[in-house]
């Protein structure tokens, strides 16, 4: 990693003084993917400690261990052995549906993904507007396929009624092109 001249920390994410020198005061998140599952509630409780804002996503394999780390303050646990189980039995059952949302979500070659856009970033003429008024599909070919309220809740394929809202987000898919155009147009 010094040749490539990658920042890193050497040493134990468990031990206090190492999250702190690594600046886990002022992060923006954290993840914790340690084999171990104590290992990683030590690091996540060293880091909601230290910093309250703090995203944390953390790997964990025991059963009973994801609901002990959201305790301890882990936004979001990720059980790899069960989701890539999951993931084996659906391409079984589904392998088309499965290979479109691998597709979709950056694990093959092709040039498409969903993209979260803030609406808080968009200029304020936007609040208010529905999705229809958008019209981000003649505009830049994307589509609209998932919206989140300021209350938290998920609404999939909303309706062109759907209100743009302060503290809300839209997921968009579309080619890199068509969402950075997309995203250009309406933060400038």
Avoid at 64 to 88: Q, W, Y
Avoid at 144 to 172: A, M, W
Wanted: proline content about 3%; overall charge negative.
């Amino acid at each position: 990693m010094e040749k490539k001249k990658i920042l890193f920390i050497e040493g134990d994410a468990t031990q206090d003084e190492v999250l702190i020198r690594a600046g886990i005061k002022d992060a923006r998140a954290l993840i914790s993917a340690l084999p171990n599952d104590a290992d990683n509630l030590f690091v996540v409780l060293t880091a909601r400690v230290n910093n309250a804002k703090l995203k944390i996503i953390s790997r964990a394999s025991e059963d009973n261990s994801d609901t002990k780390l959201r305790h301890a303050g882990v936004d979001n646990v990720i059980m790899p052995d069960k989701v890539g189980g999951a993931h084996m039995a659906q391409l079984v059952v589904k392998p088309d549906v499965v290979e479109f949302i691998d597709m979709l979500t950056g694990q093959s070659r092709v040039d498409s993904h969903i993209e979260e856009i803030q609406c808080n970033l968009l200029p304020t003429s936007y609040i208010g507007q529905t999705i229809k008024e958008l019209n981000v599909r003649k505009n830049w070919g994307a589509n609209i396929v998932g919206f989140k309220t300021s209350e938290g809740e998920y609404v999939f394929n909303p309706t062109p009624q759907t209100q743009i809202q302060e503290g809300s987000k839209l997921f968009v898919l579309g080619t890199s092109k068509q969402i950075t155009d997309m995203k250009n147009d309406i933060t400038s």
